[in-house]
Nanobody, 124 residues
C-alpha cells in the first residue's frame, strides 16, 4: 500500500516562503514521476510542479515558474516543494501525487496515489 504524507503548509504573508514535504512509503519515489498539484475553493485541481522518475528533470506551471522549486531526496524517499515569493493567488490546498511511470504528466487522472493535502494560505 502506497502512502503519501504532506506537511509544511500554513499561513504566510505575501512575499514569504514555505517548504512543503511529501514523505512516501510503499513506493520508491526515485523510480516514478512525482507531481505537486493545488486546488483552490471553487476551482479545479491544477498542476504546479513535477519531477521525472529516474532523474532530476523538473517541470513547472507558468504561474509558479521562477518562484517554486521541486526536489527529491532519494535517501528519505521524500519530495519537496520550495515556494518563494508567495502571492495571495497561491492560496490553495496542495497535494503531492505519484505517477505509475517515470513521465511527468499535468493531468491529475494520470496519478494513482495522492496525499491528504496541506493548506497554504497567503495573506496580502
Amino acid at each position: 500500500q502506497v502512502q503519501l504524507v504532506e506537511s509544511g503548509g500554513g499561513l504566510v504573508q505575501a512575499g514569504g516562503s514555505l517548504r512543503l514535504s511529501c514523505a512516501a512509503s510503499g513506493r520508491t519515489l526515485s523510480s516514478y514521476a512525482m507531481g505537486w498539484f493545488r486546488q483552490a475553493p471553487g476551482k479545479e485541481r491544477e498542476f504546479v510542479a513535477g519531477i521525472r522518475g529516474s532523474g532530476s528533470t523538473t517541470y513547472y506551471a507558468d504561474s509558479v515558474k521562477g518562484r517554486f522549486t521541486i526536489s527529491r531526496d532519494n535517501a528519505k524517499n521524500t519530495v519537496y516543494l520550495q515556494m518563494n515569493s508567495l502571492k495571495p493567488e497561491d492560496t490553495a490546498v496542495y497535494y503531492c501525487a505519484t505517477n505509475p511511470s517515470w513521465v511527468v504528466r499535468a493531468t491529475p487522472a494520470a496519478y494513482d496515489y495522492w496525499g491528504q493535502g496541506t493548506q497554504v494560505t497567503v495573506s496580502s
